[in-house]
């Protein structure tokens, strides 16, 4: 979907995770793939996923962090 959005123009900047266990391990493998990717080019790591050029941050949905706890 980041590909799709960022072909029309628009420029995504955020993921929102909904907790679902899907999206848990999809968003992990970002996140190995981008640190992995940071380790070869400078070495400076940060919580940032980059999909296609795009470096994304991740936004928890609040109202499924409520009913985790």
């Known amino acids: 979907m980041v590909i799709a959005v960022g072909k029309t ?10 907790q679902g266990t899907a999206f848990q391990h999809a968003l992990k493998s970002l996140q190995e793939d981008t640190r992995r990717e ?5 070495g400076r790591i940060d919580d940032m996923i980059v999909i296609n050029g795009h470096t994304l941050s991740v936004i928890h949905d609040l109202r499924h962090l409520i009913k985790g706890f």
């Open 38 to 42: 940071q380790k070869i080019l400078d």
């Open 9 to 18: 123009g628009v420029r995504p900047v955020a993921l929102v995770c909904d």
